[in-house]
């Protein structure tokens, strides 16, 4: 079975730029979360989707916005982009509502640059 | 708030040493508490988990305690190898009106030496 994944593998991009990131959850998972990881700071909620809508949404700029598609992808969009925006993205599905934390299963991530 | 605190690295240890990672947290009701770690290059794994007081989660020699008194759940391994070279976040489940997130720590870089 194959795992989360998510593309670009790495991004690079200038101050101003909008980037966006993708991922693709386990067959059979409803639910994408992704989290912020940039140097120092550990992982940060960014969003949560379940179904085709945000659930939550974690303490970031409204410039964060993504969407879930009706294969319930995802994508996560950063619009203009700032030098502390360099992080590595993590996605993770997982069953869905009340299911617990501990189905999360994460992809490799994307490592964005803003230069 | 809700928040996780773990002990910063990083930990250089020689091969068969033994490990401890410190973890405590600050939660409003009762958590599931987690460590996962992250390979080089790669996502993050679970490594362990405990839903209630008391539980022990353990997995490929690493064991941790949740301990609602002092709030705390350390990570230990009793003889590391180098393949355990990584980096190990402690988490905590925090489901609020149906809404579910993992607050992390920072995070703790291990590296082990042979």
């Known amino acids: 079975e194959a795992g989360v994944t998510q ?25 994408v979360y992704w989290y912020q990881q940039a140097l120092g700071l550990g992982l940060q909620f960014l969003l949560w989707y379940d179904e085709g809508e945000e659930r939550n ?29 360099s992080a590595l993205y993590l996605c993770a599905s997982s069953l869905g ?19 | 708030g809700n928040s ?3 002990m910063e690295g990083p930990v250089t240890l020689s091969e068969e040493a033994f490990l401890t990672i410190n973890c405590t ?5 009762y958590p599931s508490l987690f460590w996962y770690v992250q390979y080089p290059g790669e ?3 679970l490594l362990l988990k405990a839903t209630k007081a008391d539980d022990k989660g353990s997995n ?6 949740y301990r609602k008194e002092t709030t705390s759940f ?41």
């Open chain 1, 7 to 31: 593309s670009p593998t790495h991004l690079i991009k200038t101050r101003g730029q909008q980037a966006t990131l993708r991922c693709s959850p386990i067959s059979g998972h409803t639910s």
């Open chain 1, 57 to 85: 949404r974690g303490n970031f700029p409204p410039r964060f916005s993504g969407r879930q598609f009706p294969n319930y992808s995802s994508e996560l969009n950063v619009n203009a982009l700032e030098l502390e925006d």
């Open chain 1, 97 to 115: 509502t009340g299911t617990g934390s501990s189905n999360y299963i994460f992809g490799p991530g994307t490592r964005l640059t803003v230069t």
């Open chain 2, 4 to 6: 996780v605190t773990q």
């Open chain 2, 25 to 29: 947290y600050t939660a409003t009701g």
């Open chain 2, 43 to 45: 996502g993050l794994q």
């Open chain 2, 60 to 65: 490929k020699g690493f064991e941790a305690t």
């Open chain 2, 74 to 114: 350390h990570l230990e391994k009793g003889s590391v190898q180098v393949s355990d070279s990584a980096v190990y976040f402690c988490a905590l489940d925090i489901t609020q009106g149906g809404s579910e997130k993992l607050v992390f720590g920072k995070g703790t870089k291990l590296t082990v030496n042979p």
